[in-house]
Every structure is written in structure tokens, then in C-alpha cells.
């Protein structure tokens, strides 16, 4: 692991002390570990040779925060850490307990299913207050989510962070603009997080005061009320990048029912199947911790012998996001 690529998104208050590291070399890991564990995120550079990941990376700058709870650091939120949430430029675990092997935070709200609203507020509201300069967007979702954050970052490039805008899985019902689903995660530009903090949250008329309430809904309801447009977040052949359930369901034509709430749900229109999923895809929520490995494996190490892969140019994003203003 390359030190001084790991230390970009470290905190300035542990930079004297971490540089000093450096020169002492890993001898005194140890000291990383007790003393800044919490600030220190095992962030992966992308490796040289990526070179459009590795702009990216700095251009589009990412925090992602878990939602979990006690019982699941050591079963879900750990596995997270060491598969895709590595590739974050910040990675943090919001749960009602800290825990220095993850770093999670432990949010002043009571533990429990119904509350999650109330979690989700005050997640923000720590973002807000500890990190809102420091990162361009930010990424909530479930211990039990897979994300593909170079691709997160090319769709949210063409946005300024300044725009209030969101974007996630869009679903239809309760929320006029639409709401994005809790599971696939949702990602905030930092003026959105800012509104939601300094305008929605301290005025009950926009924002669910309650700590019990659906959080992707009455987020959704926030957001629209403060004057956050719900973003499309389809690719450029308009298939969808955020998925409420594993790949191996949307791949299959019929394991999601033609009954299955999914279809009326979604803001536009889904299809099951080979085409379900854009190349770009972002997130699939309902993964197994086992599985998070396996996608790693399948997307970062397999390759297929003789066949490279072609990327979509970064321009594209000239012809796919020119209606969008963000406001
Ligand atoms: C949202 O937009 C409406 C209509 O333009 C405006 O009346 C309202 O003040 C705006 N609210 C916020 C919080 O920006
Ligand atoms: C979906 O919407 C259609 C038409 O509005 C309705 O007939 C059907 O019952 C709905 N299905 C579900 C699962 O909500």
C-alpha cells in the first residue's frame, strides 16, 4: 500500500502527526491504528495505468456513509470496508455504537428499524458538520449494497456539486418528483446536504420532524420541498444505474414477477433481463457479504483473455446532461 497516496483524504488535524509517520515508516502502524483509526480511511488510489479512474477520483470527489447498527459491523459493514467502500474518497459507518475496527460513529438516536429516519438526519446533520467542505457528493446506503464508484463518479461528473440535485434509484409514488429508494442508496450534492440541514431540517413544515417515518420518503419529500430536483440518474441508452436487488434478478426475465411492485414503482420505465442494466451500473442493493467479494473479483480481477475493454468517452456527458441545469 502506497502511504502518501492513502493519506489524501486524511484529515488536516492528523496531518503533522501522520507525516511524521511517514518518515518513521511502518513501524509505527501501530500508532495509526489506536490514535487516528477513525480519520484514517483505507482509501484505494486507483493503480497507475487507470489514469481516467485516477482523475476522477480527484476531480469527483466522494464520501459514502453506511447505514447499520451494532450487531452488523462485524457481519456486513467490516465486508464493505474491505471490498468497494475502499474505493471511496471517505468511507463512514453511521450506527448507534463506535467501534475503532470500522470506525463507526455512534449517532445520538435509539437503535431500531423505525428510527431509521431519525438516523438518516442525524448522519447528515454529522456531515454537515464535519465534512461538508471536504467532499463533492455523498453517497448513503444500506450495509447490504454494492457500489461500482468509478462509475458513481462518471455519471456525477457533469453536475456541479454547487447544484441542488440528487440521484439514486427513482421510484414514483408519494413524492411528486419522484423519491429515491433507500436500498440502491441515493447520493447528495453538497447543496443539497446543505439545504437539507440549514433549511429543511429546522422547519417542520418541510421536513418530518418525527424520528419514525420511511427515510427514503420523507428524504424524498425534503428534498422537493427545499428545491432539490430528483436527477435522472439513466445512462445514455436511458438504462438505469441504481438497482433495488441483486444483478441475478434483474438479469432474469421473471424472477421479478410481473406482479411485483417494482414496475409501478419505478419513475421510468424498467426492464428485466440481458438489457435490464446499464454497463455503467452504480449500485445493487440485497447483496450477501459473500457476494460483495464476488463482484469485486468479477468486476476489478477477472478478464476475459484478448478482450479489451472499451470506455465510454468522458464527453459523452455533453450530449447526455445538457438539459440539466440542476435548478
Ligand atoms: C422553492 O421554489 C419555490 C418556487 O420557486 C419558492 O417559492 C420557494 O421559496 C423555494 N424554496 C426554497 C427552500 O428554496
Ligand atoms: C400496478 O399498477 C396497475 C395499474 O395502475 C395496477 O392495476 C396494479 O394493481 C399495480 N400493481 C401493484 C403490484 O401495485
Given at each position: 500500500m502506497n502511504?502518501t497516496?492513502?493519506?489524501?483524504?486524511?484529515?488536516?488535524?492528523?496531518?503533522?502527526?501522520?507525516?511524521?509517520?511517514i518518515?518513521?515508516?511502518?513501524?509505527f502502524?501501530?500508532?495509526?491504528?489506536?490514535?487516528?483509526?477513525r480519520?484514517?480511511?483505507?482509501?484505494?488510489v486507483?493503480?497507475?495505468?487507470?489514469?481516467?479512474?485516477e482523475?476522477?477520483?480527484?476531480?469527483?470527489?466522494?464520501?459514502?456513509?453506511?447505514?447499520?447498527?451494532?450487531?452488523?459491523?462485524?457481519?456486513?459493514?467490516?465486508h464493505?470496508q474491505?471490498?468497494?467502500?475502499?474505493?471511496?474518497?471517505?468511507?463512514?459507518?453511521?450506527?448507534?455504537?463506535?467501534?475503532?475496527?470500522?470506525?463507526?460513529?455512534?449517532l445520538?438516536?435509539?437503535?431500531?428499524?423505525?428510527?431509521?429516519?431519525?438516523?438518516?438526519?442525524?448522519?447528515?446533520?454529522?456531515?454537515?458538520?464535519?465534512?461538508?467542505?471536504?467532499?463533492?457528493?455523498?453517497?448513503k446506503?444500506?450495509?447490504?449494497?454494492?457500489?461500482?464508484?468509478?462509475n458513481?463518479?462518471?455519471m456525477?461528473?457533469?453536475?456541479?456539486?454547487?447544484?441542488?440535485?440528487?440521484?439514486?434509484?427513482?421510484?414514483?409514488?408519494?413524492?411528486k418528483?419522484?423519491?429515491?429508494g433507500?436500498?440502491?442508496?441515493?447520493?447528495?450534492?453538497?447543496?443539497?446536504?446543505?439545504r437539507?440541514?440549514?433549511?429543511?431540517l429546522?422547519?417542520?413544515?418541510?421536513?418530518?420532524?418525527?424520528?419514525?417515518?420511511s427515510e427514503d420518503?420523507?428524504?424524498g419529500?425534503?428534498?422537493e420541498?427545499?428545491?432539490?430536483t430528483?436527477?435522472?440518474?439513466?445512462?445514455?441508452?436511458?438504462?438505469?444505474?441504481?438497482?433495488?436487488?441483486?444483478?441475478?434478478?434483474?438479469?432474469?426475465?421473471?424472477?421479478?414477477?410481473?406482479?411485483?411492485?417494482?414496475?409501478?414503482?419505478?419513475?421510468?420505465?424498467?426492464?428485466?433481463?440481458?438489457?435490464?442494466?446499464?454497463?455503467?451500473?452504480?449500485?445493487?442493493?440485497?447483496?450477501?457479504?459473500?457476494?460483495?467479494y464476488?463482484?469485486?473479483?468479477?468486476?476489478?480481477?477477472?478478464q476475459?483473455?484478448?478482450?479489451?475493454q472499451?470506455?465510454?468517452?468522458?464527453?459523452?456527458?455533453?450530449?447526455?446532461?445538457?438539459?440539466v441545469?440542476?435548478?
Amino acid at each position: 500500500m502506497n502511504l502518501t497516496k492513502y493519506l489524501i483524504t486524511v484529515r488536516q488535524t492528523h496531518v503533522a502527526l501522520i507525516t511524521f509517520g511517514i518518515f518513521i515508516g511502518f513501524s509505527f502502524n501501530f500508532l495509526f491504528e489506536t490514535q487516528t483509526f477513525r480519520t484514517v480511511v483505507k482509501v484505494e488510489v486507483p493503480k497507475d495505468g487507470n489514469c481516467v479512474a485516477e482523475k476522477l477520483f480527484m476531480e469527483v470527489t466522494v464520501l459514502c456513509w453506511v447505514l447499520t447498527y451494532p450487531t452488523n459491523h462485524r457481519q456486513k459493514a467490516s465486508h464493505i470496508q474491505r471490498t468497494w467502500g475502499k474505493r471511496c474518497n471517505k468511507l463512514l459507518f453511521m450506527s448507534t455504537e463506535t467501534d475503532d475496527e470500522i470506525g463507526a460513529i455512534k449517532l445520538p438516536v435509539t437503535e431500531g428499524r423505525e428510527y431509521l429516519w431519525a438516523k438518516t438526519k442525524e448522519a447528515i446533520k454529522y456531515i454537515y458538520k464535519h465534512h461538508l467542505n471536504d467532499y463533492d457528493w455523498f453517497l448513503k446506503v444500506d450495509d447490504d449494497t454494492y457500489v461500482i464508484v468509478e462509475n458513481l463518479r462518471f455519471m456525477l461528473r457533469p453536475y456541479a456539486s454547487e447544484s441542488p440535485i440528487y440521484f439514486g434509484c427513482k421510484f414514483k409514488p408519494f413524492v411528486k418528483q419522484g423519491y429515491m429508494g433507500g436500498g440502491p442508496g441515493y447520493v447528495l450534492s453538497r447543496e443539497a446536504v446543505r439545504r437539507f440541514v440549514e433549511i429543511a431540517l429546522p422547519n417542520k413544515e418541510l421536513c418530518l420532524a418525527d424520528d419514525e417515518g420511511s427515510e427514503d420518503i420523507e428524504l424524498g419529500k425534503c428534498m422537493e420541498n427545499i428545491n432539490v430536483t430528483a436527477g435522472d440518474s439513466r445512462d445514455i441508452n436511458g438504462k438505469g444505474r441504481f438497482f433495488p436487488f441483486p444483478p441475478k434478478h434483474h438479469l432474469n426475465p421473471v424472477w421479478i414477477g410481473s406482479d411485483s411492485w417494482y414496475w409501478n414503482y419505478s419513475y421510468y420505465e424498467a426492464s428485466a433481463g440481458v438489457n435490464c442494466c446499464s454497463h455503467n451500473a452504480i449500485s445493487f442493493h440485497y447483496i450477501d457479504p459473500e457476494d460483495l467479494y464476488v463482484l469485486d473479483y468479477l468486476i476489478y480481477e477477472l478478464q476475459p483473455y484478448g478482450i479489451n475493454q472499451v470506455n465510454d468517452p468522458l464527453d459523452m456527458r455533453i450530449v447526455e446532461r445538457t438539459s440539466v441545469t440542476g435548478d
